[in-house]
Structure formats: C-alpha cells, structure tokens
C-alpha cells in the first residue's frame, strides 16, 4: 500500500504519523518541480524535508519535458529517494498550462522520451501515476499504458477517474481491471479508499496488486494499519487511536520540522480531511481556519476536543 502524493498534505509530519501506525508500504512526497527541485535546499523546503523514519520514500516530479529529466534525477539521488513517481494525472489548471500533469497523457511521443531518459538515468523504481485519461478512450488508454511498460516504468497507480470527473463521481475501478489486463508490471489502485470495507470491494472489483491512499489516510492516518490487518491478513498491532493525540502530534511535528511561516498553512489544509473523524468536525475545521498562528488553532482545537463526544 501506497500513501498518495498530496499537495500541502504529504509532507514529513503527516509522513511521520502514517508511518508509525505502520501498514504502509511506500510514502510520497508531494509533487515535486523537476525544474526547480535542484535549486531546493533540502534542509528548509517543506517540500523536501525528511527524517530517517519515513522510508521507503518515493518523490514525484511534476514534469512537461525531456529535457528536465537529468537534472531533477541527480538531485533526486542525492537526496537518496527510495523511488521516482512521474506525475500524469493532475488535473489542476495551472499544471496543463506548464504542459504537465495529465496534460502528458496527451503527449505519449513526448512521455516516451521523459520515460526513456529517466530510465537510462536511475536505478531506483521508476513509477508513474496516472488518470483515466482527458476522457474515456480505452484504447488510447491502452496504448499509454502499454508504451509506459515498454519504456521501463516499473510500477502504475491509476486514480480511476477521467480529468473532468470530480471527487463527488464514484471512481471507476473497474477500469483499473482493464489496465491490470494489458499490462504486466503491477498496478496500483486509486481513488475513493475511505475504510476497509472500500479497500476489499476496490480489491475485487480491480484485481489490483495494492492500493494508493490518499485522503482516506489524512483524515485517518491509522487507515493503513486497518487496512493491513483486515484485509491483507498483516500481523501488527490494532491501532490504538486518541484523535486528541495524533493532532497535537501532528502540530509538534509541524513545529519541530518546518520554519515558522510553513507551519499554519500546512495545518489548515490537514484539519477539515481529520475533522471528518468528529461528527461536528466542520467547528474545529472553521475555527482552526481562521486562527492566526498555531498556537492560537492549537488552543481552538484543544477546547473543541473537550466539548466533543
Ligand atoms: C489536496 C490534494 C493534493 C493532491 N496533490 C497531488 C499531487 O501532488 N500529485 C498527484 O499525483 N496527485 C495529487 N492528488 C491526487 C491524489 O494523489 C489522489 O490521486 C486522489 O486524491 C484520489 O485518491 P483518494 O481518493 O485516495 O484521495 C492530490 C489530491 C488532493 C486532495
């Protein structure tokens, strides 16, 4: 199982307490520039801090050409990544307009070079992440996929919805059973994974070979573990779970690991995913939002724990 590249949600903190109620078996990063990644100071980017406890780590670049490739996989490896994700399935308008993100998916000459020189370049696990595609269109689908294999990606996620479908539509495992026919390297699926019970019908219904979390695993950072019991027959331990706890574990974390004007940003984007776990979780997530520095949220949230049942 693979925690979901996030913007602004997968940084070391939230890395950090995945990782600890275990079950997880590959961690992202955010998306990543692969132009100007290399200029990034490892030591105080958000983006690319981390500690010795979250491994294995895969980084994703956000990529449009070629020619970026070199440059990003050196630096790369010289923050010791454990695996490179390709990013080609954002659908963010800013994103298309550098000509990245799912954009690639309508550039399969231009992502059989980006693949074809990341892979002379690394030894790493090589990974790409992907969408349906701009519409449903199996056979391009296909043909993606198929020259990804053949180019030397090692391993695909496929979030199982088309650029234009939303959060609100069901995703479409079953065309995830597609891409697993066409394709030999293993496929991960993506999309909607909120409880077990999602992970088993997702397993059946997709054939996967594992499943990448993503929001499922902000609001409920323990999602892992549950699922690698339940369903994976794993043997770890039940997680034991104060929600009190794991968000001020959360906010030491932020203060611990990132300058202060990274903080309350990154604080404000994680609390309405874990406030779903209260029943009237939109009152911490309105009160932390327009708090004015982490104390003050911290504080907020602490009398919302107290009146909460
Ligand atoms: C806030 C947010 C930021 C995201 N950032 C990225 C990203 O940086 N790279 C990426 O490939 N996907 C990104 N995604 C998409 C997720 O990785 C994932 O494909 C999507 O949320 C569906 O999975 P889920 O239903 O488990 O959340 C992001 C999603 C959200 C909600």
Redesign the pocket.
């Known amino acids: 199982m693979i925690l979901?590249?996030?913007?602004?949600?997968t940084h070391s903190a939230l890395r950090q307490i995945v990782f600890g109620f275990g079950g997880v078996g590959l961690l992202s990063t955010?998306?990543l520039s692969a132009r100007s990644l290399p200029s990034e100071s490892p030591r105080v980017s958000p983006y690319l801090i981390r500690t010795d406890l979250e491994k294995p780590l895969s980084y994703?670049l956000l990529i449009s050409t070629a020619g970026d490739i070199a440059q990003a996989i050196d630096a790369l490896h010289k923050l010791k990544a454990d695996a490179i994700d390709l990013?080609m399935?954002?659908p963010a308008p800013a994103v298309g307009r550098m000509g990245a993100g799912i954009r690639l998916m309508e550039k399969p000459e231009e992502v059989r070079l980006i693949v074809g020189e990341a892979r002379k370049r690394t030894q790493l696990p090589l990974t790409a992440?992907i969408r349906l595609g701009m519409e449903l269109d199996e056979q391009k689908l296909k043909d993606f996929c198929t020259m990804l294999e053949d180019e030397g990606i090692d391993i695909l996620s496929v979030?199982a919805r088309t650029k234009k479908e939303s959060?609100a539509r069901r995703p479409r495992w079953e065309w995830i059973a597609k891409v697993k026919e066409w394709l030999k390297i293993p496929v991960i699926a993506?999309?909607?994974?909120f409880s077990v019970q999602d992970a088993k019908i997702c397993l059946s219904v997709s054939g996967a070979d594992g499943l990448m979390?993503?929001?499922?695993a902000v609001t409920k950072p323990w999602l892992f573990a549950e699922i690698a019991r339940e369903v994976y027959g794993c043997e770890i331990a039940e997680p034991e779970v104060s929600l009190p706890l794991v968000y001020g574990n959360f906010i030491d974390l932020l203060n611990e690991l990132f300058r202060p004007e990274h903080r309350l940003g990154r604080l404000k984007q994680f609390t309405p995913y874990f406030a779903q776990n209260y029943q009237f979780g939109h009152n911490l997530a309105t009160r932390v939002q327009s708090s004015k520095s982490v104390d003050e949220a911290r504080e907020r949230a602490g009398i919302f724990f107290e009146n909460a049942t």
């Open positions: 979901a590249p996030m913007a602004g949600l955010e998306m994703q990013n399935g954002c992440k979030h959060f993506n999309g909607g994974i979390i993503g929001r499922g």
